[in-house]
Nanobody, 122 residues
Framework: QVQLVESGGGLVQVGGSLRLSCAAS????????IGWFRQAPGKEREGVSC????????TYADSVKGRFTISRDNAKNTVYLQMNSLKFEDTAVYYC???????????????WGQGTRVTVSS
């Protein structure tokens, strides 16, 4: 059974850090691009970051550049999103998604996780 499971969300203060994990089962992440997305209350889902399968190249939304870092550990079949200097506006449910193509548009992703909630408070 193909599955992506996010973890690591929680409640954190402004300026704090969290590391989200996206663990795959039923398939090997090595060959897939992994994207992180988020959906804040009352807003549409937006792309946060992506890491390719071929050369490990990464992309980031402007709103998180310099604060978030995406990485992958193929041996653990897991992708991470390190989030530092968190802001109120980072509050959202975060999702990871996998696709065989290299960082495609959101609608093209084949597999999605169930999401993990991040709440940034004062």
């Amino acid at each position: 059974q193909v599955q992506l499971v996010e973890s690591g969300g929680g409640l954190v203060q402004v300026g704090g850090s969290l590391r989200l994990s996206c663990a795959a089962s039923g398939f090997t992440l090595d060959y897939y691009a992994i994207g992180w997305f988020r959906q804040a209350p009352g807003k549409e889902r937006e792309g946060v970051s992506c890491i390719s399968s071929s050369d490990g190249s990464t992309t980031y939304a402007d709103s998180v550049k310099g604060r978030f870092t995406i990485s992958r550990d193929n041996a653990k079949n897991t992708v991470y999103l390190q989030m530092n200097s968190l802001k109120f506006e980072d509050t959202a449910v975060y999702y990871c998604a996998a696709d065989i193509e290299s960082c495609p548009t959101e609608e093209a992703y084949d597999y999605w996780g169930q999401g993990t909630r991040v709440t940034v408070s004062s």
